[in-house]
T-cell receptor, first 112, second 115 residues
Framework: AQSVTQLGSHVSVSEGALVLLRCNYSSSVPPYLFWYVQYPNQGLQLLLKYTTGATLVKGINGFEAEFKKSETSFHLTKPSAHMSDAAEYFCAVSAGNYQLIWGAGTKLIIKP | ETGVTQTPRHLVMGMTNKKSLKCEQHLGHNAMYWYKQSAKKPLELMFVYNFKEQTENNSVPSRFSPECPNSSHLFLHLHTLQPEDSALYLC??????????????FGQGTRLTVV
């Protein structure tokens, strides 16, 4: 069975500081991994995904994530936070059926 | 029009009303989903349709009734809802392959308030 754990329901960083949102997964088969962003009262938008190949994946809005098999992690980072990054971020894993397994989400708060 | 479109964006209904949520995808995908998103709770997968056949029903109460007339359209029929059913309802679609599921594309959601 697959599962996803996102550490921290809320993360607060100052504008211009590094953003690090943590995601750990479990999967019995090689996973596909995803990060989505959700702005208030909107649907979820894909930020980036890992399928195969290069383990460092670059996405939209300056975000990137690194797949670390040995650590079963897929943490999301951005070197310098911007006020417009304030949103909720979801990590998900897909491993062979019709479902994406979702983390509980992390709300990113940007302090001016 | 592209992507996944949901209507209406907002809906207020009484507990005795009957209403329907509509979702349309223009991506040529073969799978469609209904999710419920409540405050302070994880995303809840409600229904999955693959090639118009329902493949998942995650213990959803019968007051929610899905319909998938073709691979581009998905409905969620609502009747005699409860206040705790108030939530953001999200529709999504994806292309399901032999082994792996590609990413899901989401609509903007319908904000439902039951009074």
């Amino acid at each position: 069975a697959q599962s996803v754990t996102q550490l921290g329901s809320h993360v607060s960083v100052s504008e211009g500081a590094l953003v690090l949102l943590r995601c750990n997964y479990s999967s019995s088969v090689p996973p596909y991994l995803f990060w989505y962003v959700q702005y208030p009262n909107q649907g979820l938008q894909l930020l980036l995904k890992y399928t195969t190949g290069a383990t460092l994946v670059k996405g939209i809005n300056g975000f990137e994530a690194e797949f670390k098999k040995s650590e079963t992690s897929f943490h999301l980072t951005k070197p310098s936070a911007h006020m417009s990054d304030a949103a909720e971020y979801f990590c998900a894993v897909s491993a062979g059926n019709y479902q994406l397994i979702w983390g509980a989400g992390t709300k990113l708060i940007i302090k001016p | 029009e592209t992507g996944v479109t949901q209507t209406p964006r907002h809906l207020v209904m009484g507990m005795t009303n009957k209403k329907s949520l509509k979702c349309e995808q223009h991506l040529g995908h073969n799978a469609m989903y209904w999710y419920k998103q409540s405050a302070k709770k994880p995303l809840e997968l409600m229904f999955v349709y693959n090639f118009k056949e329902q493949t998942e029903n995650n213990s959803v109460p019968s007051r929610f009734s899905p319909e998938c007339p073709n691979s581009s359209h998905l409905f969620l029929h609502l009747h005699t809802l409860q206040p705790e059913d108030s939530a953001l309802y999200l529709c999504a679609s994806s292309q399901v392959g032999v082994r792996m599921n590609t990413e899901a594309f989401f609509g903007q959601g319908t904000r439902l308030t039951v009074v």
